[in-house]
């Protein structure tokens, strides 16, 4: 049983949308570096939740979701002593904007290059997850 959802976004920059897009990581107070996403709220769709942490979490509000790529990540973590199941849908989104304001959840962010991007990222379904973003633009440009 799934106790918390929440949406999020791979989101790109592209100056021309055909060179090597730039990938927006966050840094969160909890240490770890990983993509906006936060928990859907009452009445809302998955989009639009995206959409909302997307603002909220860097001031960026131009984001263009990518038609065809949505992906669902499921772990576990714990609340105090209480274990949460939690799912995690994730789109990919592109923006023309690069100014960055954050959130008081985050303590840093960085527009990195695939590689450069994959080093940063903690875990390993976020890697998971810009690999099969990567592909899906490529897909798509090629």
């Given at each position: 049983?799934?106790?918390?959802?929440?949406?999020?976004?791979?989101?790109?920059?592209?100056?021309?949308?055909?060179?090597?897009?730039?990938?927006?990581?966050?840094?969160?107070?909890?240490?770890?570096?990983?993509?906006?996403?936060?928990n859907i709220e009452a009445g809302e769709g998955e989009e639009q939740?995206?959409?909302?942490?997307?603002?909220?979490?860097?001031?960026?509000?131009?984001?263009?979701?990518?038609?065809?790529?949505?992906?669902?990540?499921?772990?576990?973590?714990?609340?105090?002593?209480?274990?949460?199941?939690?799912?995690?849908?994730?789109?990919?989104?592109?923006?023309?904007?690069?100014?960055?304001?954050?959130?008081?959840?985050?303590?840093?962010?960085?527009?990195?290059?695939?590689?450069?991007?994959?080093?940063?990222?903690?875990?390993?379904?976020?890697?998971?997850?810009?690999?099969?973003?990567?592909?899906?633009?490529?897909?798509?440009?090629?």
């Amino acid at each position: 049983m799934v106790d918390e959802r929440s949406a999020g976004a791979v989101v790109f920059f592209s100056e021309t949308g055909h060179d090597d897009p730039e990938y927006l990581l966050l840094h969160y107070t909890a240490g770890h570096w990983d993509f906006p996403k936060g928990n859907i709220e009452a009445g809302e769709g998955e989009e639009q939740a995206a959409t909302r942490e997307i603002r909220e979490e860097t001031g960026i509000t131009d984001v263009k979701f990518i038609d065809g790529f949505r992906m669902k990540i499921n772990y576990r973590y714990r609340h105090g002593r209480r274990p949460v199941q939690k799912e995690v849908v994730l789109f990919l989104g592109g923006t023309k904007t690069k100014q960055v304001v954050l959130s008081h959840e985050h303590i840093g962010f960085a527009w990195k290059k695939y590689e450069s991007a994959m080093e940063q990222l903690t875990y390993q379904n976020a890697k998971n997850l810009l690999t099969a973003a990567r592909q899906h633009l490529r897909r798509l440009t090629s």
